[in-house]
């Protein structure tokens, strides 16, 4: 989809002249991507992992070795790899030479238990499992129901007694980097399935093609312009590399234009300050319990924070008031944006080139058509709230070995992402809520994130989540659950304060205070627990 395409889009006028004088996205693989940086920038430093500094000209070689290692146990083309690692540099050695020879890398969250991997290992066929020793005890289990071909160990600490398993270090030393790369087929050719939907059901494995990430990185490069400058930038890459945001906006994105990648192997507030403080990272996709982590640290200003040039949140959403706190703190905008796994993951962002509006998501991604739809797929006017359809280079080829929920998904090249959302008169998007989260009450819709974002405001509030619950006379009823900073405030209070700032239906008739929320391992809030759980409370 070439831009000149969507000239007549509201947005197009926001995009940087250098975005306008760009030629398409290129026919690439994703081990492309390597390869021509590592003639870029050699000597540079690409990884940086605790004590550990590691050359683009290190990097590619031990990916080379690893990837002719991998050829001559039989590693073919199209075969899947299951990688369920922690972040370290055997994370992105394991991802690029798989890339290299044409296998589909398959992400598997290491926290998982057994029961999911062994799902996803099914699923799939999974026939390799890259992993570290420490996760054992879980394949265990898992291999009296499903059997790998190889195991691939990061470190040599094992003492279990598994058939087939390699150190990954052995291979790597006892191997020249003399495998060629399979020729691949960037537009069909499947680089990743990245798994989706264990939020809200079954778990389905979204199928991203090279052509897909691919463009997916230039599309992130292009959004911040020439302010990014190629060879020079630093990024801090905290969250998971299995979660497709780390993997795009942390990983790939960093060696397509020769960053530093500082991987940071799990988030800690405290570890993760100091890392900021002696290495003044320039670049940093976050999520939101990150932010919100900075901003609640008490001695965040003696940090340095103020070294951040650009700032992204992805995974969900990031309410007002931490944007505010932690764009005073350091001087740094956020971009706020929005994606997908199955849009590889990015499709939109405020563009630091242009006007930004707080509590939008921004602006779609170059060469990416949006639209608020109907249910029956028809353009909804701007202001309209409908759901949010996109088409674009980045959005998944389907879901893997799911034909019918594909259909249900892409209808006539149009991703339907269900989630409800606006667009103003200037092109910028607001997502109001998850089209299955919506509320009805008393036949009114109700957003949770519009309720969310004003319990965000008050200052006794660190975490807030919206949900509906059955209710006989009016269908459901709003309920909402917040951890509190001040252990004083009580939930009649804050009932009072939302009452004072939205209309009555919006209003919470239950609000209770919790210690926690349930979220996963990227921090994303698992909303679907509290609704389980309150549906099983009242027995609808």
């Known amino acids: 989809m070439a831009l000149d395409k969507l000239i007549d889009r509201p947005w197009y006028r926001f995009y940087p002249e250098v975005m306008n004088d760009s030629p398409s996205l290129p026919e690439c693989s994703v081990y492309q991507l390597l390869n021509d940086s590592e003639k870029k920038y050699g000597d540079k430093v690409a990884l940086r992992f605790q004590d550990q500094r590691i050359s683009y000209k290190e990097l590619k070689d031990t990916v080379d070795r690893l990837a002719s290692s991998w050829h001559d146990l039989g590693m073919k083309k199209g075969e899947r790899i299951g990688l369920m690692l922690s972040n370290q540099p055997m994370y992105v050695y394991a991802y690029y030479a798989a890339q290299k020879l044409g296998a589909t890398v398959v992400q598997i969250n290491p926290m998982y238990m057994p029961r999911e991997i062994e799902e996803i290992s099914h ?108 060879g020079e930038e630093i990024t801090l890459t905290a969250t998971p590399l299995y979660h497709v945001y780390a993997m795009t906006s942390g990983m790939n994105l960093s060696i397509y234009i020769g960053a530093t990648n500082i991987i940071v192997p799990k988030f800690d507030v405290n570890a993760v300050l100091r890392i900021i403080r002696e290495e003044q990272p320039t670049f940093f996709p976050g999520v939101p319990t990150m932010y919100n982590a900075f901003v609640n640290h008490p001695d965040v200003a003696e940090y340095g924070l103020n070294c951040f040039k650009f700032c992204s949140s992805g995974s969900a959403p990031l309410p007002i008031e931490v944007i505010n706190r932690f764009e005073a703190i350091t001087g740094a905008v956020i971009g706020e944006g929005f994606g997908m796994s199955e849009t590889s993951p990015s499709t939109h962002r405020n563009p630091p080139f242009g006007e930004r509006k707080i509590g939008s998501i921004g602006i779609p991604f170059p060469e990416t058509d949006c639209q608020i739809v109907d249910e029956d797929g028809n353009e909804l006017p701007h202001k309209s709230v409908g759901e949010l359809a996109i088409k674009g280079p980045q959005v998944m080829k389907g879901y893997w070995n799911k034909p019918e929920e594909t259909s249900e998904s892409i209808k006539n090249g149009w991703l339907r992402t269900g989630d409800l959302a606006t667009m103003d008169k200037d092109g910028y998007f607001y997502i109001v809520g998850r089209k299955k989260e919506m509320i009805i009450t008393g036949g009114f819709n109700v957003y949770p994130q519009e309720i969310e974002s004003v319990l965000y405001e008050h200052p006794s509030v660190k975490e807030a989540a919206v949900i509906g619950i059955p209710h006989e006379y009016s269908g ?65």
């Open 476 to 540: 459901e009823r709003v309920k909402a659950f917040v951890v509190v900073k001040d252990s004083s405030i009580s939930e009649e209070e804050l009932v009072a304060y939302c009452y004072e700032h939205l209309t009555r239906y919006k209003v919470p008739k239950q609000i209770e205070i919790r210690d926690s929320l349930p979220r996963n391992t990227v921090g994303k809030l698992l909303k679907r627990l509290l609704i389980t759980e309150k549906t099983i409370e009242t027995g609808r």
């Open 123 to 230: 699923e799939v066929g999974l026939s390799y499992l890259v992993t570290e020793s420490k996760y054992l005890k879980k394949l265990e289990i898992v291999m009296k129901s499903y059997s790998y071909d190889q195991l691939f160990l990061t470190d040599q600490n094992s003492s279990f007694l598994l058939p087939n398993i390699h150190f990954i270090e052995v291979l790597i030393e006892e191997m020249a980097p003399d495998q060629e790369a399979v020729p691949i087929q960037v537009r069909e050719d499947i680089a990743v399935i990245q798994f989706t939907g264990g939020t809200t059901g079954k778990m389905k494995g979204a199928m991203l093609t090279h052509y897909n990430l691919v463009s997916n990185v230039i599309q992130s490069h292009l959004m911040y312009g020439n302010e990014m400058k190629l």
